[in-house]
């Protein structure tokens, strides 16, 4: 990093993660019932309530259930660990990173932390950056 | 009290590659047969429901009408997913039980055969490229492969694993195990698109889609059509003997969505909604698993069949894998599961899976299953999903007549 007006600055890869000194991946929690989503909303699914609050999600988590995917659809880079992560409380999805792809490396109940990862940068310099878990 | 809904006639095109017919073809076979097993035509037809997934904004019913009778009945083009043809079969139902007609027909097409991947969305970004947030998740880039899997093979596997971690005992080999018993089944059956036995050894070794599920435990895209006529019982009455005979009864008819619960947005929760369908059915048509000579069940991937033995409460809560291991679900077994062959060999022609299911559990109770007939079949069950998600549930039981 520069100190520069020139220095590239980054986009994260969707909205709900956050970038910085402590990455992490922040939901709207619904005021009512605490049901936690990750897209913008309009009513809790769970109770309809209509308010939400912003809440920085865990960035430890226990892998719940995971796949290899060997065969995707086009332009999908394979293989890669596909995961559904249980960030204390709240499930996740999320690639497995920095770990041989395969039943060896990756095992149900793994104990993983968010990392994230560069995807490249655009035409205007700007960095995009995705997420993944890594073992813990 | 509503009234009794009945099967009068059903049938399912052979599933597989039909290079030479469209979907309007497909959709006229299979109406036209089922029409012929009911012994009525299109002038008693009180309601036409239609599914056809890939081209739903195309109006099939009326291109369907148009190629085999055009008598000015309503049509219902429906669309839900895996569950389309259920859900077409559950309308017709509806309208009958409700008084409004007495006879409607329902009917399932879909042409899959090299369709490849579907579910996955990948889309490479084009050269000249500027980071622009899009979407409800303000995503920069294409998400499918790089926060988890859209596609239907992982989707499905994951949710074999999450059993596996929740219960334990479901490895690699036992899911292969269920698709080696669906494509041992299947070779009774002339319809299947894929009819070859494979060997344990042949199906874990077969090219990896999404770990755990090797190529043939996937649910083979393919070209079919499936049709039912529904009668009410009133009307059945002032029909021949034979045609009483024949008729099964639709003892339960349910189609249910995901409630909410914690995790369900992220990875899509097939169970509770297909427990809470068969719960529904069970208490509707009176009987209790045990009381099923057959089931066919949604095994759109071998991990999707474990998960559904426990939520149609084949087996105690977390028994799955003994289930299985019990040789419960062959078809020499105490419950038979998917005796077609399944989706894994018979194939899965989208819009016609959940008649088709139908067919084939009527096909066992009225005794006409030929070598495949599981003896003395009096009640059945059949099973879908559609992802996103809709469960149809049907049960069905011999006519006492």
């Not at chain 1, 969707?14 to 000194?21: F, H, I, T």
């Not at chain 2, 299979?30 to 009911?38: H, I, K, R």
């Not at chain 2, 399944?342 to 022609?349: E, N």
Request: proline letters at 5%; aromatic letters at 6%; a negative charge.
């Amino acid at each position: 990093m520069t100190d520069t007006a020139a220095a590239p600055t980054q986009v994260p890869l969707v909205q709900y993660l956050v970038l910085g000194d402590r990455p992490h991946l922040v939901a709207n929690q619904c005021t009512s019932c605490g049901a936690r989503f990750f897209d913008r909303r309009n009513a809790c699914a769970g109770c309809f309530g209509t308010t939400f609050e912003p809440v920085d999600v865990a960035t430890d988590g226990e892998v719940r259930a995971f796949t290899i995917v060997t065969f995707a659809a086009p332009g999908v880079p394979v293989p890669f660990v596909s995961a559904i992560i249980d960030c204390d409380g709240t499930s996740v999805r999320g690639n497995i990173v920095n770990t041989a792809p395969d039943p060896e490396h990756v095992t149900l109940g793994m104990r993983v932390r968010l990392t994230t990862i560069s995807l490249g940068t655009d035409d205007n310099g700007t960095e995009a950056i995705g997420f993944g878990f890594e073992p813990a | 009290m509503a009234e009794n809904v009945y099967i009068l006639g059903i049938t399912m095109t052979k599933f597989g590659k039909h290079a030479d017919k469209d979907v309007v073809d497909l959709g006229a076979e299979a109406a036209m047969g089922a029409l012929a097993d009911a012994g009525v035509t299109m002038r008693e037809m009180g309601i036409l429901a239609a599914g056809n997934l890939m081209n739903a904004s195309s109006g099939f019913g009326q291109q369907l009408q148009k190629q085999i009778g055009q008598t000015g009945i309503p049509v219902y083009n429906v669309a839900n997913a895996c569950a389309t043809g259920a859900t077409a079969l559950r309308t017709v139902i509806m309208a009958v039980k409700s008084g409004e007609v007495d006879y409607g027909l329902a009917v399932g097409v879909e042409k899959l055969a090299g369709a490849g991947l579907l579910g996955g969305g990948g889309t490479a970004k084009t050269d000249g490229k500027v980071w622009s947030p899009k979407g409800r998740y303000g995503a920069v880039a294409p998400t499918d492969g790089r926060i988890g899997t859209d596609a239907m093979p992982g989707t499905f596997a994951q949710v074999g694993m999450e059993y596996g971690h929740k219960y334990g005992g479901a490895s690699f080999e036992l899911f292969a195990k269920i698709s080696e018993k669906n494509h041992a089944h299947s070779t009774l059956n002339p319809l299947a698109a894929y009819s070859k036995r494979f060997t344990l050894e042949e199906i874990m070794g077969d090219m990896m889609i999404a770990y755990p599920n090797t190529r043939p435990m996937c649910s083979a895209n393919c070209d079919g059509g499936a049709a039912a006529v529904v009668v009410s019982e009133a009307k059945l009455r002032t029909l021949s003997l034979e045609q009483q005979r024949r008729a099964i009864k639709i003892s339960a008819s349910v189609l249910t969505t995901d409630p909410y619960e914690e995790a369900c947005q992220i990875l899509p929760n097939v169970n509770t909604l297909t427990r809470n369908a068969a719960k529904i059915a069970y208490e509707q048509a009176g009987v209790g698993p045990e009381d099923l000579d057959l089931v066919e069940l949604h095994d759109c991937f071998a991990t999707a069949e474990l998960v559904h033995y426990d939520n149609l409460m084949l087996c105690p809560e977390g028994g799955a894998v003994d289930f299985f291991n019990s040789g419960a679900p062959w078809r020499d077994g105490s419950t038979p599961v998917n005796v077609s062959g399944g989706l894994q060999s018979k194939g899965h022609p989208i819009s016609a899976t959940g008649i088709a299911n139908v067919w084939e559990v009527c096909h066992h109770l009225r005794g006409e299953a030929g070598p495949r007939q599981i003896e003395g079949a009096k009640v059945g069950l059949a099973h879908v999903i559609g992802l996103g998600s809709a469960c149809g549930v049907h049960v069905l039981e011999k006519s006492a007549a």
